[in-house]
């Protein structure tokens, strides 16, 4: 005879299971429509795709201009994707580069990029042409 735990048991693990929810963190996106830059300094607008609750959890990315081989070649931003708001245009969000005082191939690949910075994994890479005609001495490098 079945005592009252093993028939009770896997009524709760069918219970358990059916309320699970996953998590998944906030998520932003590129919105400039830019690929060649023409100045030292930069403003890209982004946006975060939903807001945080209970299954949305807040993140923070790292946001960089780097080189063919990933070198940085300008400031880095942190962002954190923590906006709750549920309308959509209050999750728009800019955010100001200043480029290294370089000299930049025009032929070459640069890239904007977005990277988890709880996971280390890159939710984006965005290709960019830099075609900079004159030094702008900014200071900063």
């Known amino acids: 005879m079945l005592s009252p735990q093993e028939m009770l048991l ?49 993140t923070s990315y790292r946001i960089c201009f780097v080189d063919e081989a990933g070198n940085a070649i300008s400031n880095e931003n942190i962002y954190v994707a923590d906006s709750r708001q549920p309308e959509t245009n209050k999750r728009f969000f800019r955010l100001q580069f200043v480029l290294k005082n370089q000299q930049y191939d025009t032929g070459k690949q640069y890239y904007l990029t977005i990277t988890n910075i709880d996971s280390g994994m890159e939710l984006a890479r965005r290709p960019m042409k830099i075609d900079i005609a004159i030094d702008d001495d900014l200071g900063i490098f």
């Open 10 to 58: 896997p009524v709760l693990d069918v219970k358990l299971e059916k309320y699970h929810l996953e998590t998944t963190v906030a998520r932003i996106s590129v919105l400039s429509l830019m690929n060649t830059i023409s100045s030292l300094r930069v403003t890209v607008e982004f946006f975060q795709a939903e807001p945080v609750g209970d299954i949305i959890k807040e």
